[in-house]
């Protein structure tokens, strides 16, 4: 790292503001790429990734509609009906 010869306090100081400035957007880009790590880390995605394809959002409605069915399904192939 090249030495800087400062001649007055201002210089210091904005060099000083600038490095702040650096620090806070590296911050920021660390804070942005764990939450995109944490997305990209659900079930849901971990899942699509695996499987090659898009999961719907409404995967949830789907499952409500189609348990019901298997259980009443199951339940009667035990009752021999």
């Known amino acids: 790292m090249e030495s800087k010869q400062y ?7 904005r ?4 490095l702040k400035l650096e620090r806070e957007i590296h911050h ?11 997305e990209s880390l659900t079930p849901r995605n971990l899942l699509s ?4 394809f898009s999961i719907p959002k409404n995967l949830g409605s789907i ?3 189609f ?3 298997l259980i009443q399904w199951f339940f009667n192939k ?4």
Do not use: A, M, Y
């Open 7 to 13: 001649t007055t306090f201002e210089q210091i100081e």
């Open 15 to 18: 060099d000083l503001q600038i």
């Open 28 to 38: 920021k880009k660390i804070i942005l790429h764990v939450e995109q790590t944490k």
């Open 49 to 52: 990734g695996l499987l090659h």
């Open 63 to 65: 499952i409500k509609l």
């Open 67 to 69: 348990v019901p069915l």
């Open 78 to 81: 035990k009752r021999g009906s």
